[in-house]
């Protein structure tokens, strides 16, 4: 085998996600380099990181995922990197599934491996703000190793050169959509990106950094806002009037009025939005 586990640099940003990060940990091969880069300053976080012989860059504020990938990527000394979510166990066998991946598609510039759910459920990224609808991909799950038309961020592997090439995230995406916009860059300017049925993540989703309401009012402004880059970036059409919709959709859901947090992320989700179109604030 070409590629040894030693030569593989596990990337993992946490925010506030100590509680998820010890699974993931106990699950990743020991001769295997962790970094951890953590947006919080968690002292948790660090008492992990010394106890599990992790390299942790604490960052002095939250600087967005993006942002803490590229650190972790350039602090990493594997040739090859693995983006992966704090609430994530690899299953037995993966890291050797994506190694050989390596060797049987040459010209792909990233992969994703299966990812499931505690059930066994799989979640399987088929579509994109970023992408026409005529890329979106069939609802029906793969049943072997696909060409993809985008990745999903809860675990990335890629070549350390290749991700370097193209010069990481786009650290304007503070969070949510960074994952389609490197997809697509990665897909336009080095090669395809493949699915690798036979490598499988266990992803606990929604339990990488707690649920409280403060972090929904972040997730949900920054989730309006890098919407709107995103979709302006790559050239979607009619971005104002298609988000200012989706928007006042979500702030009439009747989610609104029995959920603190879903209140919370709506109404900072419309913010964001606004933010980002350069409107001015209405709250």
Known sequence: MSLL???????????????????LLLSIPKESEVILVDNSKDQETKEIAISYDCVLIENKENIGYGSA??????????????????????????????????????????????????????DFKRRSVLLPKSEWMSKKFPTFDKDVSVLSGAAIF???????QIKGFDEKIFLYHEDDDISI???????????????????????????DE????????????????????HNIKAVTIRNIMLSLIQVLSPEMLFSKRKRAKYTYFLKGVFAELNFRELF
Not at 220 to 226: A, D, E, T
Request: glycine letters at 8%.
């Open 5 to 23: 586990r030693e030569n593989i640099s596990f990337v993992v940003v946490c925010y506030k996600s100590s509680l998820a990060l010890k699974s």
């Open 185 to 211: 860059r990665l897909k336009n300017k080095i090669g395809n990106l493949m699915y690798i049925h036979n490598a499988v993540i266990t992803h606990i989703g929604g339990s990488s950094s707690s649920r």
């Open 69 to 122: 990938c590229n650190l972790g990527a350039e602090k990493a000394s594997g040739s090859y990197l693995l983006f992966i979510n704090p609430d994530s166990e690899l299953n037995p066998g993966t890291l050797d599934e994506l190694i050989k991946a390596t060797d049987r598609y040459p010209n792909a510039s990233a992969f994703n491996p299966k990812i499931i759910d505690r059930t066994g459920k799989q």
């Open 214 to 233: 403060s972090i929904a009012k972040i997730k949900g402004y920054h989730m309006g806002r890098s919407r709107v880059y995103a979709q302006k970036k």
């Open 158 to 164: 890629i070549k350390k050169e290749k991700f370097l």
